[in-house]
């Protein structure tokens, strides 16, 4: 059973930064793709970030430019550094894994989730 925790989340100031982190414990070769979600209220779920099984990444349109998907293999931590955040980048944030290949980035996809960390972007 994979197991995910994120942390980092906050209250910043529109032009801020953060860095989310994505703890995972469990079998690796059941983790497959690794992916950042965020759900706004009142919205749907949206990919953030993905981490291919082979370390490539890709980062979706409305944050490119602006976050840095990372990881550290030796304490198995996947790592999203956003800057310049915007108030419509306040959301949940949420890691999942145990998907493929190949990767998706719709959320039904995706068979394990940590628990979110809340992101608050004031203006």
């Known amino acids: 059973q994979v197991q995910l925790v994120e942390s980092g989340g906050g209250s910043v100031q529109a032009g801020g930064s953060l860095r989310l982190s994505c703890a995972a414990s469990g079998p690796t070769n059941s983790r497959g793709c690794m992916i950042w979600f965020r759900q706004a209220s009142g919205k749907e779920r949206e990919w953030v970030a993905l981490r291919y099984s082979n370390s490539r990444s890709t980062l979706a349109d409305y944050v490119k430019g602006r976050a840095t998907l990372s990881q550290d293999v030796t304490n198995n931590t996947l790592y999203l550094e956003m800057n310049s955040l915007k108030p419509e980048d306040t959301a949940m944030y949420y890691c999942?894994?145990?998907?493929?290949?190949?990767?998706?980035?719709?959320?039904?996809?995706?068979?394990?989730w940590g628990q979110g960390t809340q992101v608050t972007v004031s203006s």
């Open positions: 999942a894994a145990g998907r493929g290949p190949p990767c998706a980035t719709w959320d039904g996809a995706y068979k394990y």
